[in-house]
């Protein structure tokens, strides 16, 4: 590893003025925007006893959002965050609403599709939106890197905590009711962070282009592409982690298995954005996807449910420093009048990775067998790798 050149502090990065406020005003959101997806499978699956039905409505929902996000983005960008994110928290609400009321109401599928559609569309991209707050608050701070791993641990504890609330209260209560509560504390933390005025990147100015082109770059595309290896990662392992515990017949297992990487990356990246490394950036960037593509390869061999585990926590260690480092190399890379739109294309480019990889290994599992689905996820090990060598290569524009 790298070795040291001073401590950062969590508490110097949150005293921050304002920072506090918009980190945890968006706090609720983070829970609700990790419950929607999930919420939906509930609310249709409920209605229509077909995962088949679910799946697709769910699957037109994340399209939409990772096509439709950074053109929300671009608007959020031109005319700020304070103007924009009331707009179109309130159109996902209505969005909700009518998707929750033609769930009931058991309309045809491509109505629940188009509705999935709407409401996936009008997501509001929180997430990049508090990423660049702190890029506006700390730019050219050596807290910048800390910051943004404080987003990471956030987003990664929302998804820990949303997918787990969204079951309890769909399985006791109802899916109307999952829905509903995932799409309140969206509206609560999205309302309360846009009344955090002070801590807003200022809108750009007329004479200013917001043009997605300015992003059409060889090292920002290259970022983009490292992204889409991730969602690849992430997809395949879902999916071959699900077929290892079913074909063992323990299927009960497959939750406890995946979130193991999920919370040694959360100790990582806490490790990670505590320290100011000496080695640069961009060989960290390197250096965090080698470690996760070789950390994948033990699960091609091991089959016992305690090696597995072992197995799945060691790609965890890089998958925290790879999100805030990410962060950091497009914060950079960017000009600030598009980097509402930037965070967002990366969360995009990792949206469609996990739908390929879901459906690849899923392909791949069927035919063969797990292991041969962690494969996928070393393949996509490699890709991201290569793409993080010609990020280390380009320069910014």
């Given at each position: ?96 609403a009518v998707l929750i009321g033609l769930t009931v109401a058991q309309s045809s599928l491509w109505v629940l599709v188009t509705a999935g559609v709407l409401a996936g569309a009008s997501l509001p991209q929180l997430g990049a939106q508090t990423s660049a707050r702190w890029s506006y608050a700390l730019r050219g701070s050596p807290l910048l890197s800390s910051a943004f791993t404080l987003e990471a641990l956030s987003i990664g504890i929302a998804f820990l905590v949303g997918p787990a609330l969204v079951g309890l209260v769909s399985s006791l209560w109802s899916p109307v009711a999952g829905s509903a509560l995932a799409t309140g ?213």
């Amino acid at each position: 590893m790298p070795a040291l050149t001073g401590r950062l502090s969590y508490a110097q990065v949150l005293r921050t003025p304002g920072a506090w406020k918009f980190y945890l005003a968006a706090a609720p959101a983070r829970i609700g925007i990790a419950m929607t997806g999930l919420g939906i499978v509930w609310l249709v699956h409920g209605s229509t006893d077909s995962y088949a039905v679910a799946g697709t409505v769910t699957g037109g929902f994340a399209v939409a959002e990772a096509l439709a996000g950074p053109q929300v983005a671009r608007l959020i960008d031109r005319f700020g965050q304070t103007r924009t994110l009331p707009i179109i928290l309130l159109v996902h609400a209505m969005t909700i609403a009518v998707l929750i009321g033609l769930t009931v109401a058991q309309s045809s599928l491509w109505v629940l599709v188009t509705a999935g559609v709407l409401a996936g569309a009008s997501l509001p991209q929180l997430g990049a939106q508090t990423s660049a707050r702190w890029s506006y608050a700390l730019r050219g701070s050596p807290l910048l890197s800390s910051a943004f791993t404080l987003e990471a641990l956030s987003i990664g504890i929302a998804f820990l905590v949303g997918p787990a609330l969204v079951g309890l209260v769909s399985s006791l209560w109802s899916p109307v009711a999952g829905s509903a509560l995932a799409t309140g504390l969206v509206l609560a933390g999205g309302f309360t962070l846009a009344a955090q005025r002070r801590t807003a990147p200022p809108p750009v100015g007329r004479g200013q282009q917001v043009s997605s082109s300015r992003l059409l770059h060889k090292r920002f595309l290259a970022l983009v592409m490292t992204n889409v290896g991730i969602g690849l990662f992430f997809g395949s392992m879902q999916v071959s982690v699900t077929a290892y515990a079913v074909t063992r017949g323990t299927p009960s297992l497959a939750g406890p298995l995946y979130s193991i990487t999920s919370l040694v990356s959360l100790f990582a990246g806490f490790a990670y954005g505590a320290r100011r490394w000496r080695m640069d950036v961009q060989n960290q960037f390197v250096l965090a996807l080698s470690i996760l593509t070789i950390t994948t390869i033990p699960l091609l061999v091991v089959d016992h449910p305690w090696a597995v585990g072992i197995a799945l926590a060691l790609p965890g260690l890089a998958i925290a420093p790879f999100q805030t480092i990410s962060a950091v190399l497009t914060e950079s890379s960017v000009e600030p009048a598009v980097l509402t739109q930037a965070f967002t294309w990366l969360n995009s480019g990792a949206a469609a990775g996990i739908a390929l990889g879901a459906a690849f290994a899923g392909g791949i599992v069927d035919s063969q067998s797990a292991h041969h689905g962690f494969a996928v996820a070393l393949l996509a090990g490699l890709l991201s790798t290569t793409m993080a060598i010609a990020v280390r290569s380009t320069r910014i524009p």
